[in-house]
């Protein structure tokens, strides 16, 4: 049964026409002056002698010829064709050269119709090769390899549907390639600038270590692992969207200030300079909070907008997640 050449992709040009085009294919068709054009009718047919041995390998032959610059070339001969692992093919297709060779050898019948028809099948079962098909075994399927003329005889003239899907697929990896690559791409930026987000900074004063921050020191210690660890403890506070706020904790004479479970400073190892702990302590988890929480101090300007930010950024990152558990 031969499918509908409109609904199959198969263009039936006008015999004015000097390409035709199959599935996105634009191609012409070159055919040895002993092919009748009726057979290729009604495709435009450039006659032009081109074979050169009987049988023609056909793999060696289009790897000789110069790549076809935009048009890909069917040829249409009378000589049996063979590869170099094939001892006769009704056809051969070279994606590389931009060109199928097919022949008349073997598909003659009594019936002039039924010859066409088989030239036909051959013809654009290699334009599927040049359009990127594979072949197939759907019964049926027009990229199902045939070995005899019956069964050229029962090839429809356009892919069947897990053909379709196929060839569809690598565009579809290559998509899902570029959003992964793109998505790591994310995550190390968005790494790197995590890892920037190293507001506090610790130094060592002799024994002891200080925080700065900005030119200011906000905190002297009795120690640089103190100020080391202080530091750090307050970064990673920083560098969470919604950290914990500071509080502070009073065991006996132990004063600490804490952001939920992770203690940032025990005040043992903070110089107070005559304030009394747990008084020094309040005074400088309310001084710094809004830093943490706000991600800037209150008399820069804006806590407000840097809290809408933050919210915004929020409801992004859920998105995103969102995003990744769907995948
Ligand atoms: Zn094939
Ligand atoms: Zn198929």
């Not at 023609?56 to 032959?61: E, F, H, S």
């Not at 598909?107 to 072949?135: C, F, K, M, N, W």
């Not at 509080?247 to 006996?252: A, F, K, M």
Request: hydrophobic content about 45%.
């Amino acid at each position: 049964m031969q499918a509908n050449p409109e609904r199959t992709g198969v263009a039936w040009c006008g015999s004015s026409a000097a390409t035709c085009e199959f599935l996105g294919v634009r191609c012409r068709i070159i055919a040895e002056p002993d092919i009748d054009p009726a057979l290729l009718a009604p495709w435009h047919v450039q006659v032009r002698d081109f074979a050169a041995a009987d049988p023609m390998l056909a793999d060696a032959w289009l790897a000789s010829l110069a790549r076809a610059r935009q048009t890909p070339q069917i040829f249409v001969t009378r000589r049996p064709l063979a590869t170099t692992r094939c001892a006769a093919v009704f056809g051969y297709a070279s994606r590389r050269a931009g060109a199928a060779i097919v022949s008349l050898a073997g598909l003659d019948s009594d019936s002039p119709e039924q010859t066409r028809r088989r030239l036909q099948a051959v013809i654009t079962h290699e334009l599927g090769h040049l359009a990127g098909y594979r072949h197939c075994r759907t019964p049926g399927c027009l990229m199902r390899p045939a070995e005899t003329p019956a069964e050229l005889d029962l090839r429809r003239l356009a892919p069947c549907s897990a053909c379709r899907r196929r060839r569809a697929w690598p565009l579809a990896a290559v998509l899902l390639a570029f959003c992964l690559a793109a998505s790591l791409l994310l995550d190390t930026a968005i790494d790197r600038i995590r890892n920037r987000t190293q507001v506090f900074r610790w130094r060592a004063d002799g024994a002891k270590g200080t925080l700065p921050l900005e030119g200011n020191e906000i905190l002297r210690l009795r120690s640089p692992a103190a100020a080391q660890a202080a530091a750090e403890a307050l970064n990673a506070l920083y560098a969470s969207m919604s950290p914990p706020p500071l509080e502070v904790t009073q065991t006996g004479s132990d004063v600490r200030v804490v952001a939920g479970s992770r203690e940032v400073l025990a005040m043992r190892a903070v110089e107070t300079e005559g304030i009394a702990p747990d008084q020094f302590a309040r005074q400088w988890a309310a001084r710094m909070d809004p830093l943490l929480q706000g991600k800037g101090p209150q008399e820069r300007g804006c806590p407000a907008c840097h809290v809408t930010r933050r919210g915004e950024v929020l409801e992004a990152m859920n998105q995103r997640s969102r995003w990744w558990r769907l995948r």
